[in-house]
């Protein structure tokens, strides 16, 4: 007797829509293409617009057989599902010559011209470390990628929130002219999330350039601001606190040593932006700007400080103490203070007591990572300061620098540490803790 019954299908056939999207959306292009070909159901899921929301596509310089695919199937599917898009990342890995920039750019134009005509979601756009200042990048090839992104940019400027643009290495007309397409259909923009750290060539003066000051005087929704400190100065603290006071929460200034950081900014320009944005919070990133006087005229007691990170990279300068920035300059934020980051070349400085009580003058201490010439003791001290609730950390990463090849006793000292206090560091912190020897 024949069975006429239809066949027992696999669970699968029952999975809901929903459920299949997000399987799929935790497979590559080629693993989803292939999930396509099973049956009707999973190539409706793969054409799901919730899966291509989302598109990061890397230009490799030396590609392997495997990245180069990798690398066309990325940029076919953004093409093919652009309309879906609403995150858009673009990477440059290793670019070595004139010949893959021009390949670079010519394919660049053809995405942000599709895209530009068939979509009407995206909200957020990277394309970092382009380093248009290199000589990889011709004069013509330069100028015809600026234009090309000028024009997407102003096509998109009426929905794009989020654009991140850090290391273009760009001139200051450059530079404006394509901050200039964010409102160039209005004459404002309402991006919400700019990060131009880097964005400018070194060396540039921004903070003098009334050509900058205009650009900027232009957004009027910031919430997130990202530069470096050669931007910084009244008129654009002023230009902040007219424009866009209301929304703006997060300052990230970065500022380097070869930049210009000499500029006077009042410190009643940082009050007058602080009292009319009261949910500003203010991030500093130092790069071997390490000496109190330089620290002083940046660090301003006026600014709403929440992180701090001094990064020495292990230059060593005779001249340099960091005693007094521990102890007279940042005590200034004990009230704001939510991070500190400390890469410092100290090897004939000891540092254990003015930071250690910094820390715990800063009330909201919640992050520390220090590498530095410091004493295991150190540890210890900062754990029992920590059981005792004398400090609020829940962050601790140390690499504490040493001059000896072996530092087996300094290991012991510190996993004995470790056993001392593993119910507090098992339950309440993320710690990390070693010992780094540098000869």
């Known amino acids: 007797m024949e069975d006429d019954s239809e066949p027992e299908q696999s669970s699968w056939a029952y999975l809901p829509d929903v459920c299949l999207r997000h399987v799929f959306h935790w497979l590559d292009d080629r ?4 999930a396509a070909s099973v049956c009707k159901k999973w190539s409706c899921a793969m054409h799901s617009g919730a899966l291509w929301r989302c598109r990061t596509v890397t230009f490799y310089g030396h590609p392997s057989r495997a990245r180069t695919l990798e690398f066309q199937s990325a940029l076919w599917y953004t093409k093919k599902f ?14 070595y010559n004139t010949s893959f920039i021009k390949k ?12 530009g005509k068939c979509n009407s979601h995206l909200v957020s756009l990277s394309i970092q470390h382009l380093e248009l200042d290199c000589l990889i990048w011709k004069n013509v090839v330069r100028a015809q990628f600026i234009k ?7 096509r998109m400027s009426n929905q794009l929130d989020y654009l991140n643009l850090k290391g ?4 200051l007309e450059e530079g404006c002219e394509l901050l200039n397409s964010l409102s160039s259909l209005t004459n404002r923009s309402f991006i919400s999330e700019i990060n131009i750290e880097d964005f400018f060539i070194p060396h540039l003066s921004v903070y003098s350039s009334a050509l900058f000051h205009q650009t900027m005087s232009k957004f009027h929704r910031l919430t997130i601001l990202t530069l470096n400190y050669n931007c910084i100065s009244d008129e654009l603290l002023d230009i902040l606190r007219e424009h866009s006071s209301h929304s703006l929460c997060t300052l990230n200034i970065k500022c380097h040593i070869h930049d210009p950081h000499g500029q006077a900014v009042s410190g009643i320009s940082w009050a007058n932006l602080a009292k009319r944005a009261p949910k500003l919070n203010v991030n500093f990133f130092f790069e071997r700007v390490m000496k109190h006087d330089q620290l002083a005229r940046i660090l301003l007691v006026e600014i709403p400080v929440r992180s701090i990170s001094l990064r020495s990279c292990y230059f060593s300068d005779p001249n340099w103490t960091m005693r007094p920035i521990l102890t007279s300059l940042l005590p200034a934020y004990w009230h704001g203070l939510q991070k500190l980051t400390l890469e410092l070349n100290n090897d004939h400085e000891l540092l254990d007591n003015e930071l250690l009580q910094l820390i715990l003058s800063c009330k909201r201490l919640l992050f520390l990572k220090v590498w530095a010439f410091l004493s295991v003791s150190f540890i210890e001290r900062l754990l029992q300061n920590r059981a005792e609730r004398k400090c609020i950390l829940t962050t601790i990463k140390v690499r504490i620098y040493t001059a000896q090849d072996d530092s087996t006793e300094e290991e012991q000292l510190l996993a004995n540490i470790y056993r001392k206090f593993k119910y507090l560091i098992d339950s309440e912190l993320n710690y990390f803790v070693i010992t780094y020897p540098i000869i």
């Not at 750019?105 to 011209?113: A, E, K, P, Y």
């Not at 090309?148 to 102003?154: C, D, V, Y």
């Not at 273009?168 to 001139?171: E, S, V, Y």
């Open 168 to 171: 273009a290495r760009i001139t």
């Open 148 to 154: 090309n992104l000028a024009s997407f940019l102003k």
């Open 31 to 34: 693993d989803r293409s292939r």
């Open 82 to 95: 652009g309309k879906y898009l609403k995150h858009l990342e673009i990477k440059l890995s290793n670019p």
């Open 104 to 115: 670079f750019q010519v394919i660049m134009r053809g995405l942000l011209s599709h895209l």
